[in-house]
Structure formats: C-alpha cells, structure tokens
C-alpha cells in the first residue's frame, strides 16, 4: 500500500468475525469493484484490509476508512446492508455518513488508553508479515541480534521492571536469569496463551491481531535466556488465533526470522505451536508442561521451579502472551522509556478486557497506575440501563469482587493484592444491583471447581464442599455458621493447595464475604435475596407501591405469566411462572421481589 | 492370561473384527508421530477430527501404534474436554458460561436448548441431531451473552432471540 | 552436603534429599499419605506441608529438595488445623465402613484420622454409591473407598509399566480406572493393592478371612521361584492367611508377583495328605517317624548287601533348604557310602550378577526368555532399571513380550528365525554383520553391560559364552527357576560335585541308571520327574524300582508310585536358607506348624539306621556346612552373595539342530508367570486363573484354524496326540506356539526336544 492509497480496515478480531465482519469485508470489495477502485487501478488503488481488534467490541462490526489527507473516520456497527452506502457516500464522494460513524464517547474511550502494546492491532493485516514489518516489526529482533548480548537484553528487561502479565505478576527479568543460569544446553521457551479465565480476551486479541509481535517477543526472550526450541500453547478454543499464529510462523521461517541462523547469526530458534484440548488448569506452567509432554494436564510441585526443571526436565521459562508482547516494545524504546509508564513497582500498561454491566464493553489498554473509577466510568462509559455499580469482579475465578468504597484503589499488582483481589490476566467484569454477590461467588466456584483438576485434597473435595455451602445458602439452606466456616475452610484451602488453581480459588468467596457480608447474611438468616438472583429466594410478586405500570415485565415473560394491562400494577400469576427472573432483569424500578 | 481375563480379550478382539469403524486412518495417522516425544494430544485432535469422536476401538488402535497403555491414553483423553467418546450431533451449540455472558443471563438460554431439544449439558439428542454444551468462555464477552453453533457465533442474544435461532437450526434438513 | 534444621534438630544431609528424606535421616517423622519410598513424589495429599521459615508459602516435604540452611518446622498449630481438614474432606465420600473392611486395623486413613484428632466433620456426607468390583481374580476393588492418592496407577505406571488402571475424568469426577470401564485385565501382580493405604483396593484371596491384629507376622524368604523375594507371612493357628511385603526389607524392596502373593494357599491346602501312604501298612500321622520308616530301611539295607551302594540313588529337588540339602548329599555320599546323588539343575553356570548390577548397568540383553514371566522380581527389575535411566535393552524371544513396553528392540521370529537373528548380533559384534552394528557398539561401549540368560537352555549357553567373549565386562545373570535352584548345587546335590564345586566321583546317569535298572532304590525328596520334560518318559519304568521312598508335600504323580510316601513340611513351617539365582544365602524361618515332618527329620532318622548321627538343628547343620563347603565358609546366612568358582563350564559347541519335528507350526516353551513348578496348582484361586496347560497362538493363525479363545485344539507331535486350550494372544509370532512344559501332558511332548514342530488341527 502506497502513501496515497486509500484504506478501508474491517475488524476482523473473533467479536468482529462474530458481528459479520467478513460479509462487511466482501460487501467492500464488491462495491470498490463495481466504482473501479479495487487493486491498483487508475489513480490511487484501494486496499480492504482485515485487521484486529481495535477494542470496543460491542460497537462491532468497526471499520476504519483512511483516506489520505482527510481525517480517518471509524463507522460503528457496519453490517454489508450499510456498505454500498460509505462507498458511495464517503469514499466516493467524501461525505462522511454521519448516522453510522462513531459517536464522540467512541474517542473518549481512547483518551485515557495508551495503546502501546495494543498499537498495530487495527492497523495491520495480522495475515501480512511486510504489513507488520513495515509498521518497525522485527527491528527490535535486529537490535538484539546485531547490537546486543544475551546478558544486556536480560538486563534491559530487568530494568524496565516488568512483571509478568499471566496473574502472578513475577518480574520477568528476574525469571528470565533463573532459567539463563540452569546448567544445560536444551532449554525451552514457552509462550502460555492458554488464556482460560471466562471473561478475558486479551491474549486472543494479541495473537490474533497481531501475531508475529508474540513471535518477535519470543526470540528477544529465546536470545537472552539461551533457548533454542520454543512452544506456544494455545488454547483450542481460539480457532482463529490457532490460524494466525500457523501462518505467521510459516512466514516467519520463510523469511529466515525463524529456524536456523536466524537474520544470518549464530542463532537458532525453532518454534512449534501446541493446541490445549480444554482444560483451564492447564494455564498453570507445570500443567501446561505436562499437557505439552502429552499428559494429563495435572500440575506438578514446586520447586523444583521449571526454570530448573521445566519441560522433559529441561530448564525451562514461561512467559504469558501479553508480557511476551511487550519485549519489543521494551527493546525498541528502551527500559527508561518503559519505565516511565505505570506506578513505582507496576511499569508500563496492561490490556484489560471490560465486560459485564458496562457500556464500553471491550479490549482497553491502560498504564498501571490508573484508578479502577477511571476505568469503569472514563473508559469503560459506565453502567448502562441507569443501573448503579455495586462491584467490579477483577482477575477471574482467581481474583475478587471489590466494592464501590474501594473504587479509588489504583491499578496495580500491590494495591490490588492488599484489597484482597488480583490483577490477574486482566478480566473485568462489572457488576450492578441485580447481581448477587452470593451467586457470583457460587457462579466462580463452580467453574474452578469443574477446571480442577482433581490432584490435590484441598482444591479437589474443599472447593466441592464450599460450593455446596453457597448452593444451599442460594436456595434458602443456609445455616448459622455457614460463613465462618466457609471462612476457615476458605484461608486452609489457599494456603494448603498445590497449584494456583486451588490457592486461589477461595478468592471471590473470601472477598464477597469480606466486602458483602450482609448479603450473605440476608441470604442465610431471612431467606432473601436483596439482589433478587437467587431464584429459589424470590417470591415474584410485584410490590404494588414501586410499580410504576410500565409494562416492562408483560413484554419479556416468556410464559404469559404476568397479567397487564395498560394503567395497571403488573401481577405475576405463579403458576405460571417459571422463575426465568425476565421481568426482574428488565424492570427499571426494582419493583419486583 | 488368565481365564477370566481371556474373556475380555476375546471381547476385544472379535468387536474389531465387527467393527465397522475403519482404523486404518489411525495408522497413517499416527506414522508421522512416531518416535516424537508429546504426541499424545495432536494425535488424539487430529483422529477426533477425522472420526468424529474416540471410541474404544480408535483408542486401542491409538494406544498399539504408539507402544502405549489404551488405560494411560484414555486417562489423558478423559482429562481434556474437547475430546469425546460418544457420537455428537450435527449441530454442537455451545452456550458461553463464562462471566461476562453469565452475567448477561446465559443460564437462561442454556435453559432453553434443554427446553427445545431435551438436552442437557454434554448430552446429544437422541436423533443425533444436537449437542449443548456449555463452555467456560468464548472470548467474544463484547457481545454477551453468546452461542456458537458448529462454526458460527451468535452474540447479543436475548432468550427469545436464542430460542428463534435453535428452531431454524431444527427445520433445517427435515 | 547441606546444613539445615528441622524442628531445631540440626541436620546435614546430601543435598540431592528432599526435606522428607532429610527428616527421617535425623528421626523426625512426618505424615505422609500419597508418599511412597519407591515411586516419584506426588505431593497430591497435601499431609505433608511444613512451614519453611522465611517463606511465606507452605511446602510439601516429600517433593521439596533441602536447601542450605533452611529452618523447618513439622508441626504448629497452623499444620494441625491443616492436616484435620484434609481428613475431614477424605471423609465426605468415604464411606464408614471400618466394621466390614479388611483394611482395619491397618488402614492410613484411620491412623491419620487418630493422629490428628479428628473426631467430626464438619461438612455434610455425600457418599458414593458405586458398585464393588469383582473383575480381577485376585484383587477386590471398592472405588467407594478411593482417596485418589494415586499410588496404585503410579506404581503400575513407574515400576511394573504395564499401566493396566489410570486416573479417569477430572477434578471431584475423577476416580481410577481402566479405559471404557473394562475388566481389569493385568499381570495381577498386586503391586497396585500392596500400595493401597485404605481398603480400595484388597486382597480378594485374603477377603474377610481375618482380622490383622489377630495374626502373628514371620518374615521369611517365598518358597516359589528363585527371586528370593523376602515375604512377610502373616498366620495365626498355623493358618497361613496373607502373605505381606515390606518396602524396607530383602531385595525385592516390597515388589512381590501373583503366586507369591496370592498363591500361598497350598499351605493350607486339605490336599496335603495327613496320612503317610505306605503300600506295606497304613499308618496314620504323628506316629513315630523311626517306626514309619524301619520297614523301608530294612528293603533299603537289603537292596544294598544284594546289589552294592550304587544301586541306591537320591534325587533333591530345589524346594529343599541349604542345609537339607548338604544333609541329603551326606546322607547319601557318606552313609549310603552311594555316588548317586541327583538334582535337575544343570551345573553349566553359575551366578555372576546380582540385583544391584540390573540397577547399575548400563546395557541390558536379554536372551531367549520371557524374563518377566519366568522371574517376576526379576524382570521387575529390569523395568524399573530401563524406565528410570533409559539405557538400551535387546530382548530375543520367540514372542514378543512385556517389555516391549520399554523398549523397540524386541527380536521375535519362529526359533530358527531366532537363532539366525542371534547370530546375526554375535557375528555384528565380531565385525563380520552390519546388521546390528548400532545395537552391539551401544553394548561394546557400555561399562556395565548385563547379560539375563537361560542356563537350563543347551543351545543358548553356546551364545553366551560367545558374548561373554565379545563384549567387555558383561556381566552375567543365569535366570534359575525354583526358590533354591542354586543352593542345592552349592551343597553338592549333583552327581560328582562336591558341596562347593570340588570335583568327586560321579555315580551313574540317572536316565540310564533307571532305564537300565542299575539303581534299584530311589529316595526322592520333592522331585517330580512325571513333570520333566528329561524324565518323565522313564516314569513308568519306576515301577522296576524295588524301593521307591518320596517326600513331598502333596500327593504328586511321583509320590502315588512310591512305597513309602511321607507327607512333609513346607517352605512356611521350617527353618533353614535359600540361595537364590543371585547365589544370594538366605534365611526362611519357621512360621506354622503344621504337624508334619520335614525332610531334614527324615534325612537324620535314616542316618540313625546306619548308626550315623548327622546334625539336626540349623545351627549345627551349618557349622558342618562352613566347614566342609569353602564356598559358604565366612558367610552370615542373612544376604550375603557367594563367589563362585566359574562362570561358565566351557567347551559349548553350537547346536545346528534347533528344532526338529514336522508340521505347521513351531512350538516352544513358555515361562508361566502364575504358577511355579507344581506346588501353586493346589493353590485354587490361582488355579482359577489358570489350571490346565494353555496353548498361546496369535490372533491371525487362530482365525486360520478357525478357532476361537478359551476352545480346544488338537496338537499332533511325535506321535503323541493331545488336545489343548487356547489361548489367543497377540504377542505371539505368527506360525509360533507355546505351552509350559512341566505338567504330565506337555513334559511328554518337550521331551523329545525343546523346539519342536507340531501340527494343530480343530
């Protein structure tokens, strides 16, 4: 693509694949074709360009329009109907179709973001190896290769202060020198993209939007550490990011980045690409090991630490996708410059994927340091439905729930850890009024409980036993002592697990109880649900002083359960009713119990 | 070899010769693995692509080409679940359970494929029709709540919606 | 060597020891559940963690490795709150059933649960409702009662590497099993419920016999194959109800096989005769033995005033101790003033390797047997040596078998097809073959290579001498069959060899002493000869004897013939030693009484007929042994290994007639991993298994003659004609069959040579 050519980029990340991002696509070349501009034709050719996802999902399908010496203008929800339409309109005629682009909140979405990590993903085809190689990719492998020692990149990754993305948050030039000083000449590099927490996409985004920037991370991290055979391991559930990455690695060893004497120096890196089969335990190293070896993705203990004895007892280091991401970053801007984002202790920025009760639904990346209100209500647009925020779910099934008090707590891992929650991988997830905090804890319980992977006591029958405390004080069998026990038998599960699984699994439960205590003290002494989730605690009548007759509820009960008419206080006939909450979900007023 | 023993063997081996499942294809399947370390979970991926789903003879052919325990393969296979061990339907809907979705009222619509197609999660319809199974987490939480069915996803669903997509899949081919 | 503390005990240890080991080097003792000393640390049970100062996590002692100057603390109260949990959690599924379970009394979980202080749980009871499982023959398998410790799929995995059971599913659904839920279908060596440490898995042969507190424990050396596993035999009122292992004691480090463990019912057997069968008079049992055996020693005497000594003649069999045996040769040289004494033990080569040279060689061949059929432990030991350090293992066999688990380099054919394969290795190992050339400089360059041979095998010694020639300090291991194979020729129980191998004068050859009627009278202790291939075609021509004496514990073929048979004690109701194959002396001790005389009574009772007082008690049966047999001179009875004078008795020459025979089908003996000799064919629940002699044939030459697993087929063989049932079995080559070859029918057909081609008609 020239200077002068005009581009057309469709979101083609899973969501946008998902919203028909490929018809868009096609619907584009069609009608390029049918005014002539497609390929190199005339004056100026026109290229439509799949790229990754630009972050805010829930406004898919987004397609950029770049016409040269004009403002680039974002249209949000593009269908192929709406096409013919831009390309007349805009490209043609340069009138901007004002219905369909994006509304100003759209930009706002960007103010507080640093897209560092994140940048080319939106610009480049992640299918193009010269798209990304012109955009500066593999310079940084250059830098490295020609002007660097193994020892200087381990210490310019040191010093940028980066910590590990994953959830763990270790800093990754101090794992890095574990795995470099292991007697051995067969090390492994592994890359975790076994990114498994519901509610988390970052991982995929990356790879997915921009694949050869994890390749390019993985022989920065390869050269320093002095590993000669790498693995990504991706979760099957990522089809498309599976696509990508094959094919980036088949161009990457085409183009001498990997394989033998890699850019023509004593350098060698083979990678190979790992499919998990669907098991998040195998998001843990030593599970993701064993699941490489080819068996059951049981976690093993340490130490002895896989950068000592990692894969077929080999020293090995392990890096998430996204910390991956960010060595080239760190090598083609330099450590000071990395360390000038984020906070003292958290450098740099981290991607976050925002989801739940949010307006701004989608893929952020913010510096460390910003405060979870900022997030939520600057980037994330809020709460929608004039709903209030009751909590913010952060780091999945291992993280917590934090309150509204705790709103002005920085992003970052120490802060964060001292609430009680984690950074994790980066899922957020925001709650309002009509989530119960009980079923949240028992909805994350179930799900590690059903990834367990069944080794250890603690994690395998403990978490059993506390769900089924949270089962039964969900249905109204709660008894005195429940959260005591589930309390102490909480803090013993942490601290007596093998794996990360399990030692963290207790967290929401720990920090739903310790923030929302009377919830659960609703839920065991009056049989209630203030949140109204709980079906079995609901009685579904509504309270006639609160109805305000709008008619809500009529229209979504599935089973014509609800009687209505216009004028008149909504009554639910319980016969009928099979608990599906509908009308709850749907009524602004709260008014039914 | 036991007496008792001798009659599971018999078992196994005239099913074999019964069976109508051709097992060749795991041999050609298998022959670029050998003498590979970690092959285990490519193979297993690569025969269910093929077959559909690992019954106890694939497994066993599995287990003879790779000098493997069956026992052993079938732990790691029952430990992952992507791997099946039973037919599955035409149309595998997969209703996302992860937060994001949760918390936009998936429950709801899982409720309404067991509705529809009297299936619970992991289970086929008797016509071999459909198979729901809920999964952890698609990565599509932009457009909560959200289904796949076989290849194509489904996202900003209301039940109602949900429930209008699974009937056409349903008078599709009949 | 590192420094550390444990409970402010300082300790200085190896610094490859984990903090478990660390521990139990100074006399802490740390709880352990999933830990096994013989299998890679788990850490699933979670009993073990201790606080580690300076660390804010806590760690499990069985994986974590010691590290200078660690300070670490076994028990707090923060441990206690830990360790009652994991109980409490164990005891939501598993089901209270201490009243009904064998395991009682010995169970971890319930000593655990005591240890702790458990005595509620605090959660609600949600126990499992599965059926029991009867598929195994021998082990009763209660998944109800599983706490997924994992260590019976471990051990299967790790050490017998057959991995018949695995883990299944995940997470709370996961439970142990075998893939699609089939029978279980193993080696039912047992390994898996010896490890049990609740009552899942249990002893089916044992099953609600009684009740551990009640039994007395006697540690023993197994009577059965020549191992020489230490057993711990676990009786009350001179019942034998179980035999145990133990992990820390003999040189089987706990591993026991099927007929060790769960074949020991022939001691309680009501087979054994309690009355004496003497054609002259009945005379009923606990009579005075000198008054049994008068009227047979006066024929005795007669035969040797009319005919000479040397017409008087004694066969041992290998079930006798040491100092049975060297009594009997005594007996026989010295007071019978008779060459003739006898065993079926070649002499052709003696023990050079031991267990310890399987564990640290470094190149393994085994050749022309079925090691793990024919010596359990010992083939155990092979697996576990090739599975920890991966060296190079070459099998030569007929059929494929166990260990192809380990290894590729299985060479199988039909036994011509064999033999040439062997001499293709020997002739790459001269240079002259580039057939094996990577396998032989693999052995060439070992430093420890092991040779595992058959030494009752003629045409193999040839080959063995070869490589023992051609490949720099191999080490040899002649596999023998029976408890006390080796002890019996170290006494001199072989006809002109001394106790310790010192040539003397032989007497006659016992096939031509029989057949032509040389030897008049025979005392036989043990032996069978209905049951040897050698012999068991002069079987009838006994009935020429004019005296025929047999001591055995049952009545055997060969003690129906006699005219005086003496029921006799087995390996579980005397005292004395076996020297097994390692040449290893050790000693059995007495555990029941079962009444019944042993054959050292009986050896004095005659010598006092002749006015000889031999030795009678152990102790002085061996001070005569340490005097008279240079070879057992200094030793201490309790595991020493004898050095043997030679290796090998040279002079082999290569046999060109392998196999001989016409018909379709090569046929060859087999190893029968269930049953050692005749003794555990009264053991029933083994016999269950396997009673009859199995014909094994592949898969594909069993659809050729149209017959199907379990059915009966028709062997033609030198004119004998016998039908058999089959056993299909993949491992088999193709056109090759095997049958054991010690019962009465096979011995007959093996008796005309070892490789033989037979036909097989439906």
Redesign the interface.
Known sequence: MTENSLGVHVCMG??G???GGREVMEAFNEELKKHGLAGDVKERDCKVKATGCRG???R?VLVDIIIPGKDEVTYEHVTAEIVPLIVEQHIMNGDVVKKHAAKKDYYGFYELQKRYVLKDCGIIDPEDMDDYIGHGGYSAVKTVLNDMKPEDVIEEVKKSGIRGRGGAGFPAGLKWTFCSKSPGETKYLICNSD???????MD?SVIEGNPHCVIEGMLIAAYAIGCNEGYIYCR???PLAIERVKKAMKDAEAGNYLGKNILGKDFDFTLHL???????VCGEETALLA????????P??R??FPAVRGL?DKPSNINNVETIANFPLIINKGADWYNSIGTEKSKGTKIF?L???IKN???VEVPMGITLKELIYNVGGGIPNRRKFKAV?LG?PSGGCLPESLLDTPIDFDSLQSTGAIMGSG?V?V?DET?CMVNVAK??LS?T??????????C???T??ML??LERITVGEGREGDID?LEN?AE?IK????CGLGQTAPNPVLTTIKYFREEYEEHIKNRKCPARECADLIDFVVDDDRCTKCGACFR?C?TGAIEWEKKMVAKIDLSKCVK???CI?HCPFNAID | MGNEALKDKTKLISDSDAEKVDVKQVDVICEPFKGLSGSTIPILQKVQDHYGYLSRDIVERIAENMNKSAHQIYGVLTFYSQFHTSPRGKYVIRVCRGTACHVKGSLRISQIVAEEFNISNGETSEDLKFTLEEVSCIGACGMAPVIMVNDKTYGNLTPEEARKILIGYAKKDV | MVSLKIDGIDANVDGSLTILEAAEAVGVNIPTFCHHKMLNPFGACRVCLVEVKGNPKLLTACTTPVMDGMEIITSSEKLAKIRKTLIELLLINHPLDCPVCDKGGECTLQDLAFEFGVTKVRFDEVPMKEPVDHSNPFIERDINRCVLCGKCVRICDEVVNVQAISFIGRGTDTYIGTAFDQAWNCEYCGQCMSVCPVGSLGNRVFLHKNRPWNMKTTYSICGLCSCGCTVVLKHENNKVYRVDEDTDAGINHGFLCSKGRYGYEFINSDDRPEISNVKMNNVAKGIDLKKLIEPSIEKLKNIIDNYGSDAVGMVVSPRLTNEEAFLAQKLCREVLKSNNIYSLEPVTALPDATYDDVDKSDAILVLNMDITESNPILGLSIRRKVRKSGVPLVVFNPSSTALKRLTDNIIVGEPKELYKEIDSFVSSLEGKSEKYKELVSKFKSAEKPLLVFNPYNEIDLYYVERLKKLIPGLKLLPARSKNNSQGILDMGCYSGIRPGYQQCEAGHELAEGIKKGRLKALIVLGENLDLSPEYCSLFDELDKLGLLVVLDPFMSEMSKKAHLYIPVASYAEKDGSFTNFEGRVQSIQKAIDKGFVTDRDFIVSVAEFFNVVLPHSTGDIRVMITQENPLYKDISWDGEVIKYPYLLKHGRSQRKDIICGDGGYNLYPASLRLHSGSYTRRSPELSKVYSEPLLEINPADARDLNVENGEYIKLISGGIEEKFKVDVNEKMSLKTVSLPDNYPSTARIFSINRYLKVDLKR
């Open positions: 899973t969501a694949v998902a919203s805010l999902c829930a898919d990114e498994g927490d519901p509610g988390a996409f995929r099957a559930e990522y790992k499919e998990g089969a669907g098991a998040f699941s490489v070896e080819g068996e059951r993705g049981m093993r203990s130490p002895p077929w994927a989801a739940g009760k639904a989608g893929l779910q999945g899922g997830v709650m989530n909805f994350f799900f409980q059903k990834e367990s992977c069944g080794k250890c006591i603690p395998r029958i403990g059993k036993a089924d405390i026990l038998l013993e601290i007596s697990s093998l979504v599935p599906c909450r509908e979900v």
